[in-house]
């Protein structure tokens, strides 16, 4: 899958099959829509192509107005949203900056400048929801008439639905703020997972007899946090059962930003002690077990991570004898 930061590259094909969106955390709608973007991209002989923002729209009028609140959680970083859009089959992947010249384009602009002479799309799929343009005033039937005027075709996929229930990020957003793990992966059709490369910490987990791996989450503002259950792929041939807290560590640090640090139970003799930097990582969170908490001292926050420990082991032993 080639990815593209804009469109002004050589490389860009000279013609696509063309869908829009945030796709954040490609959810089972999202899949049924690249399914078929896809599927249609190959009759027409053309690369399957997505286009998608960062940072999120959202994100962007809230630092504007300084709402922070109107950020949306982030489900997915950019790095697991691109791995899963390969997974589904995406060709070419376009992110363009969600920046005041983007967000100023009315409609007609945006389907000029960008959809037009920038991806020169022969086809665009869209969602039963898709609005584009400053103020978002550009709406299906617009876009549907410009493709007849301009020469491309205009498709629309209807919602998707689980158990009659409409499958969106924000209903994803909201069984991962319940801990619903279960549900999640209901939603997505896969484990929740955040990957990443190993970073050096403050190596407080030795002190504690708990070593970690910590991996940063790019977004301050992940759509959950917590203790998990969890598997980590990457550093072995078998994944490795353990446990990792999300979050912003309130009883060791106050700098706020998220980092995802994962014990793992049996940690391989082949890495070394410090075999586990600078390798990408893809960890499922199986699991919730408890919210972040403060604890008075390190004593208290040691017999804690103990407990979680011992409660995610039980987790495993658990699953394995069908309970």
Not at 18 to 25: K, S, V
Not at 73 to 81: E, F
Not at 273 to 283: F, L, P, S, T
């Amino acid at each position: 899958m080639q990815i593209f930061r804009g469109f002004h590259h050589a490389a860009l094909a000279p013609a696509c099959a063309l869908t829009i969106g945030n796709f954040d955390g490609v959810h089972r709608g999202h899949q049924a829509m690249l399914a078929l973007l896809r599927n249609e991209a190959q009759h027409r002989g053309l690369p399957a192509t997505v286009l998608t923002f960062e940072p999120h729209p959202r994100d962007y009028f809230a630092a504007l107005t300084g709402k922070s609140d109107l950020a949306p959680a982030r489900i997915a970083t950019l790095r697991d949203k691109l791995s899963e859009l390969e997974r589904c089959g995406v060709d070419q992947v376009v992110v363009l900056p969600f920046d005041q010249r983007l967000a100023s384009l009315s409609p007609q602009a945006f389907i000029d400048d960008v959809l037009v002479n920038g991806l020169k799309a022969r086809y665009v799929l869209v969602g039963d929801d898709f609005r584009f343009g400053a103020k978002r005033a550009g709406d299906y039937d617009l876009l549907d008439a410009e493709g007849n005027r301009q020469g491309f075709d205009v498709a629309r996929m209807m919602s998707y639905e689980v158990h009659g229930l409409r499958v969106s990020s924000s209903v994803v957003r909201d069984a991962l703020a319940a801990g619903d793990m279960p549900q999640v992966e209901r939603l997505l059709g896969r484990p929740y997972t955040i990957s990443g490369h190993v970073i050096h910490g403050a190596k407080l987990g030795r002190s504690l007899d708990c070593r970690t791996l910590n991996v940063r989450f790019g977004h301050e503002k992940p759509a959950t946090s917590g203790i998990f259950v969890v598997r980590a792929h990457g550093l072995a041939e078998q994944p490795l059962e353990g446990v990792a807290s999300l979050g912003v560590r309130p009883t060791v640090e106050d700098a706020g930003r998220v980092l995802l640090e994962v014990h793992c139970f049996d940690w391989p003799n082949t890495l070394g002690k410090e075999g586990g930097y600078g390798k990408i990582v893809r960890v499922e969170l199986l699991h919730k077990l408890r919210d972040e908490a403060r604890y008075d001292g390190l004593e208290a926050l040691q017999a804690a991570i103990h407990q979680d420990i011992a409660d995610a082991r039980g987790f495993f032993e658990a699953q394995r004898r069908g309970v």
